[in-house]
């Protein structure tokens, strides 16, 4: 045996541990929610598990109710991660420009990212429940209503809830990925920027935000997966309602397969939003090469 073949066989069996790990909770569950969606298979009806084609997807993409949750799950992903980028980005700056404190501030901003998003669905829940609400006592208080709101009976108010609840969770996320973008940035073109008399806000558009647009783009990449693939947020605040306005796909999912039993449908309804983030994956991935 060679030292070379040797060198790459010891290299092969190193790496071998991880790739059966990767295959055996990562690849073979896709293979096999792939072959379940060409299934009736349904808990309830063990004994008629059969192969049905495409009766599944024919049947998701022609029910009303799933074009009512892909609606949702396109509202919350741009409203969350528009309003997720703006305050991350403002956070980071914030960092950025700290003198002082600067570990503490760090921390303080990184703490809802370590908890839990069923947690922080709960604490949500709490604080915008219709008996309970802590901000309809601040908001009546402060002399802004009269009357207190329903905020998880109306369609409108819930969508924001859980809206707000994500970016809590997830804007450190962001904060910190920009903030290393911005450590980045050559100071010399900040200070060259201001002998050639160029004020803050032509500094963050000519300077700052065209040196972060590479990190913004895979941030983008990352909160759009994120986004498609919310769950904990919806169950835990507005379990999909009022009336499935909040319901996402993967929520959809939950219930075919944990509520119906039917694994037939909740499978195929899985592999759709699979290929759907490897579309938006892909658009990304081409956008920031082109940019590169």
């Known amino acids: 045996m060679t030292k070379t073949i040797k060198e790459n066989l010891i290299g092969y069996l190193s790496i071998a541990p991880a790739i059966l790990l990767i295959g055996g909770v990562g690849i073979i569950p896709i293979l096999i929610t792939f072959t379940y969606s060409f299934q009736y298979r349904v808990l309830t009806d063990p004994l008629n598990i059969?192969?049905?084609?495409?009766?599944?997807?024919?049947?998701?993409?022609?029910?009303?109710?799933?074009?009512?949750?892909?609606?949702?799950?396109?509202v919350f992903a741009i409203l969350s991660m528009t309003v997720e980028l703006f305050v991350g980005l403002t956070a980071a700056l914030f960092m950025n420009s700290a003198k002082r404190y600067v570990g503490i501030i760090r921390t303080i901003i990184l703490i809802p990212w370590a908890i839990p998003g069923i947690i922080i669905a709960y604490m949500f829940?709490?604080?915008?429940?219709?008996?309970?609400?802590?901000?309809?006592?601040?908001?009546?208080?402060?002399?802004?209503?009269?009357?207190?709101?329903?905020?998880?009976?109306?369609?409108?108010?819930?969508?924001?809830?859980?809206?707000?609840?994500?970016?809590?969770?997830?804007?450190?996320?962001?904060?910190?990925?920009?903030?290393?973008?911005?450590?980045?940035?050559?100071?010399?073109?900040?200070?060259?920027?201001?002998?050639?008399?160029?004020?803050?806000?032509?500094?963050?558009?000519?300077?700052?935000?065209?040196?972060?647009?590479?990190?913004?783009?895979?941030?983008?990449?990352?909160?759009?997966?994120?986004?498609?693939?919310?769950?904990?947020?919806?169950?835990?605040?507005?379990?999909?309602?009022?009336?499935?306005?909040?319901?996402?796909?993967?929520?959809?999912?939950?219930?075919?397969i944990f509520g119906d039993m039917n694994f037939g449908l909740g499978s195929a309804m899985s592999t759709i939003i699979t290929l759907l983030i490897m579309?938006?994956?892909?658009?990304?991935?081409?956008t920031l090469k082109t940019e590169d």
């Open 50 to 74: 059969h192969f049905v084609g495409l009766d599944n997807y024919i049947k998701l993409l022609t029910d009303p109710s799933f074009w009512e949750v892909f609606k949702n799950t396109a």
């Open 125 to 256: 829940s709490f604080m915008f429940n219709d008996q309970l609400s802590v901000i309809n006592v601040i908001l009546e208080g402060l002399g802004l209503i009269d009357n207190p709101i329903t905020f998880l009976a109306n369609k409108h108010w819930a969508m924001f809830v859980v809206v707000v609840a994500d970016t809590w969770k997830q804007f450190p996320y962001i904060a910190l990925m920009l903030l290393a973008g911005l450590q980045t940035i050559p100071k010399e073109l900040y200070e060259s920027a201001s002998v050639d008399g160029a004020g803050t806000i032509q500094q963050f558009f000519k300077i700052t935000l065209p040196n972060l647009k590479g990190i913004i783009l895979i941030v983008l990449l990352f909160r759009t997966m994120g986004a498609i693939r919310i769950f904990d947020i919806i169950y835990g605040i507005t379990g999909g309602g009022p009336a499935n306005s909040t319901a996402t796909l993967l929520y959809k999912a939950y219930k075919y």
């Open 279 to 286: 579309i938006l994956s892909f658009v990304y991935i081409r």
